[in-house]
């Protein structure tokens, strides 16, 4: 069964675009001019990927940094928790301590891979199949 989602002019190339079909959250990203279709929750805490950015066929997450390709959903970067220089010199030392810690539990967890969708472009229209 396939299902008309959007049109490839709202998608130009090196962006993303989230759409519902099939009750879900999903993502579409021109990489190169070919439009892949992967879930757009972030499969580590659910948090829109469409939200996040795009560079090449990488899509990262807007929350705590994971990465994935958008072209097989395979995770291919853990989570990253990132502070500014600036803000660690403002923090009280005991602050710092338990962000490190919170950091190295939440690389240890495993993100799951994202679910793909088959696409199809029939002129201006991209079809998705489960």
């Known amino acids: 069964m396939s299902l008309e989602v959007a049109r ?3 998608i130009p190339v090196g962006t993303m675009k989230r759409v519902t079909a099939f009750d879900e959250s999903i993502l579409l990203s021109n990489v190169g001019g070919k439009t892949y279709a992967t879930q757009s929750d972030c499969g580590h805490q659910r948090a829109s990927l469409s939200r996040g950015t795009l560079e090449g066929g990488i899509v990262t997450c807007p929350l705590h940094g994971a990465k994935f ?3 097989t959903g ?3 970067g853990g989570i990253q928790m990132r502070m500014s220089p600036e ?3 403002k923090m009280p030392p005991e602050m710092i301590a338990m962000f490190q810690k919170t950091s190295e539990i939440m690389a240890e967890i495993d993100i799951k891979p994202l679910k793909t969708y088959k696409v199809k472009v029939k002129g201006d229209s991209i079809y998705l199949d489960r």
């Open 8 to 10: 490839v002019s709202e």
């Open 69 to 71: 390709d958008v072209t």
């Open 74 to 76: 395979k995770n291919v």
């Open 87 to 89: 803000i660690m010199q």
